[in-house]
């Protein structure tokens, strides 16, 4: 199915895009600051204050939420956050939602026996391919510690042989 013209971004943020071949757009808005947020089939392009797009793997995404006006990012294993205005967020939101949603294969959240807990999740890119996995540590698990990250990969090799992934 042919996007309609309305649904395509306007001329001057497409040529500003850096698309892969058979990526395609799927939702966009803009934002306050004159630019544009857009999602596409492979990856979120969030506007950057140089004018240019910030690409991201919509496998990257931890989570994001929209509250207020604002959509918010947040990058796996520790990436940066990015927080954007939209001035009409169309179905920018929903889309978001489901694409970060789509790429989940597995989670699941365990104690560490030193304290605190951490998340492993397993995403497969919206294009394909192999599972890309992470680890997020909560309740006051040090990410740092060594001994963590260890029984957190004893963790991610449990749940990868459980899984078959």
Not at 113 to 122: D, F, I
């Amino acid at each position: 199915m042919r996007l309609s013209r309305a649904a395509r971004p306007p001329a001057p943020v497409r040529a500003a895009l850096d698309l892969e071949r058979g990526e395609r757009t799927l939702a966009h808005a803009p934002t306050r600051g004159g630019s544009h947020v857009i999602a596409t089939s492979l990856a979120l392009h969030l506007p950057t204050p140089e004018g240019g797009f910030t690409r991201v793997p919509w496998e990257r995404i931890d989570q994001a939420s929209w509250k207020d006006g604002w959509l918010h990012v947040h990058e796996t294993s520790g990436g940066p956050e990015h927080h954007v205005r939209l001035t009409e967020p169309g179905s920018v939101p929903e889309t978001v939602r489901e694409r970060v949603t789509s790429t989940v294969a597995v989670t699941h959240q365990a104690r560490l026996p030193g304290g605190g807990t951490v998340r492993v999740a397993g995403r497969r890119p919206a294009a394909g391919g192999e599972v890309h996995w992470t680890f997020v540590f909560e309740h006051g698990a040090d990410p740092s510690d060594p001994g963590l990250r260890a029984q957190a990969e004893q963790i991610l090799e449990d749940l990868r042989r459980q899984t078959g992934l």
